[in-house]
């Protein structure tokens, strides 16, 4: 049996699924998830992160969040957690970055949330050396400073559309016709968490709701907001968001998302204003993730490195900052946002 056929079966049983149910299924299923059975990132998987470009990432993350530890008095010990770590180069390059900085490793105890047990395993190797804990979620990180990052974690979390139709919305489900998976309409109602979206959208305007992201950030921004602490994240998206923005990659090539659920990385655009609105704590401005990494330093960063560098490496590192920072390759399209405790400074490279 495939996901497919099991996703077929289910529906014609209970009927069409909410897109949640479908992208929750695609990606974590247990036996045939996407993240449960594949290793996605890099030259050879369907896509590549930003920290999978360059150390010089994990890098400035890692300063960014340190400086912040530092301006807070140093407390010791905190938490330094990672949602959706991936292979767990972030934090290998944070944890080496910091290092340097008198205190901070010694006080770091390294919480990661991730729901796949294979990129477990590979986070264990990638992180030996280190003494880590893994959670299924935010809800179980201690009740500590925290200091956190996460790099195209929320792209990944299962979203809701939905079609204005009128003063309601149509929610656009996944059935099947003619034995293939194809998306359809449900009845037009009322949706209360999406109130605000009828002073900007028109009949037939498509919008994206992400349930479990305001959830995540009351537990994160909570614990900041009560013990101290920031946090940074990254992702594809904006301010607001409008349309279409759920899409399918397969070997690095765009792909219909309905066709081979499991084979295809699933992601939507992430709504930075539904992060801001759910945050208990003070956040910043979204930043351009080029104007964030320059702030803090990577074309410096970049000579340094480029010194002991020659022929295809320094041309593949020259590549890399170019790709991480230049506007038409990451460095507008992704976005950073950074979460802090009223009264301190915004975690550097973002700004009030
Ligand atoms: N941050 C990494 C990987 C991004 S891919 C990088 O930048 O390279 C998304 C990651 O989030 C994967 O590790 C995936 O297994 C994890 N993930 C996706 N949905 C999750 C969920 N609901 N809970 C916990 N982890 C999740």
Redesign the pocket.
Known sequence: MSLKDHLLARIALEGPMRLDDYMQSC??HPEWGY?TTRL??GAKGDFT????ISQMFGELVGLSLAQSWLDQGSPAPFTLA??????G??MADILRACARVPGFLDAAQVHL????PS?RALQRETLSGHKVDWH??VASLPDAPLFLV????FD??PIRQFIRQGAGWAERLVGATDGALAFGLGPVAPQPALDHRLEDTRDGDLVELCP?APKIIESIGGRIKLHGGAALIFDYGDWRALGDTFQAVENHQPTDPLAAPGHADLTAHVDFEALAAACPCAHSRVTPQGVFLERLGITARAQKLAETLSGEALQSHIAAHRRLTHPTEMGNLFKAMGLYQAGQAPPPGTEA
């Not at 992160?49 to 999978?52: K, L, S, W």
């Not at 990672?82 to 292979?87: F, K």
């Not at 996460?150 to 974690?153: D, G, I, P, T």
């Open positions: 990606l974590l993240y996605p990132f992160t930003a920290p999978e990672e949602l959706g770590p991936g292979r180069t972030l949330v991730e729901a796949s990129l299924d979620s996460a790099n195209e974690f990944a979390l479990l």
